[in-house]
C-alpha cells in the first residue's frame, strides 16, 4: 500500500534519514519503532505529506504521492493522527466526527439557500455514520461533550474515528499509545485490530510500548540514525542484536 523507495530528508548538514526504503502491505499493522532520534517521525512526516523528501521517492497504492500535500493525499485514502490529538475542543464528539467528510453541501452558501432539503439530507446521513463511528469506539456516553473536556485517551479514539468518517486506505498513527492509560489503551488496541480485521483497514504505527506493538503490529520495522535497521516480527527485532545495541543497551528484552 505505501512504498518508500530510498528517501532522504536533510535539515542543512543534518541528515535526518538517509536512503532509507520501507513498504507497508495492504492489511498488514506495521511497527515502526527506534530509539529518539531515529528519523521514525520525520520519515512519518514525508509520507503524510508535511515534509517533502531531499530525494528519493513515495508510491501510494502504486502511484507516486512524493510531495503532495496533506489534503492531497486526504483525497487518495491516506490519514494520519498526531501523538498529541488534534480535537477541536470546543466542539462535541459529535461534531468532531461530522465536520470529517470533504466537500458537504451545507459547505456551499447557494446550497444552504436555495437547496436546504439536500443539506439536510446529507446532514442525516453523515450524523448517522457519525452515530455509528462513536458506537463502535464505545464513545456514546460521551457523544455530547465538549471534545476539549476529554482524557487523552478518549482523544485518541475520537482522532482514530475522524479517519472512520472516510474512505481510508492508509492510516498512520503517531503514538498513539502516549499518556494513554493502560484500560483506554486496550480498547485503543482493540479498535485498531476490529478496523483492520472488519473492515480492511491498513496501519502504521510509531510506538514506543513494546507490549502494544507486539499485540498488534506484524511486522515491525526498527529505523536508527535515519536508517532502516531491521524488520521482522515483534520477537524477532527485540532480540536482534543490532536492535538492542541501537537502544544503547537499555535491553528491549526487558521492556
Known amino acids: 500500500m505505501i512504498k518508500v523507495d530510498c528517501v532522504s530528508k536533510h535539515f542543512g548538514g543534518v541528515h535526518a534519514v538517509e536512503k532509507a526504503s520501507i513498504e507497508i502491505s495492504k492489511g498488514s499493522i506495521t511497527g515502526l519503532i527506534g530509539p529518539n532520534g531515529a528519523g521514525k517521525t520525520t520519515m512519518f512526516n514525508m509520507i503524510a505529506g508535511n515534509l517533502t523528501p531531499t530525494a528519493g521517492s513515495i508510491y501510494l497504492d502504486g502511484e507516486d504521492v512524493t510531495g503532495l500535500p496533506p489534503y492531497e493525499l486526504f483525497h487518495k485514502g491516506l490519514l494520519r493522527t498526531f501523538q498529541i490529538a488534534h480535537e477541536f475542543s470546543t ?131 526498527v529505523m536508527a540514525e535515519g536508517a532502516v535497521l531491521a524488520q521482522g516480527t515483534a520477537q524477532e527485532v527485540i532480540s536482534n542484536e543490532a536492535v538492542i545495541e541501537a537502544y544503547l543497551g537499555r535491553g528491549l528484552k526487558n521492556k
Open 91 to 221: 466542539l462535541t464528539v459529535l461534531e468532531n466526527l461530522m465536520m470529517v467528510p470533504a466537500q458537504q453541501a451545507g459547505e456551499g452558501l447557494i446550497n444552504a439557500w436555495f437547496r436546504p432539503s439536500m443539506v439536510r439530507s446529507q446532514e442525516a446521513k453523515i450524523r448517522d455514520r457519525a452515530l455509528e463511528v462513536i458506537d463502535f469506539l464505545n464513545l456514546s456516553h460521551v457523544a455530547q461533550e465538549l471534545a476539549g473536556n476529554l482524557s487523552g485517551g478518549q482523544k485518541k479514539l475520537v482522532e482514530l474515528g475522524r479517519t472512520m468518517m472516510v474512505d481510508a486506505k492508509v492510516v498512520l498513527l503517531d503514538e498513539v499509545g502516549a499518556g494513554v492509560n493502560r484500560s483506554l489503551l486496550r480498547e485503543i488496541g482493540n479498535a485498531i485490530v476490529r478496523l483492520n480485521k472488519e473492515q480492511g483497514y491498513t496501519f502504521c504505527m510509531i510506538e514506543h510500548d513494546m507490549d502494544f506493538i507486539g499485540r498488534l503490529c506484524d511486522p515491525v520495522i
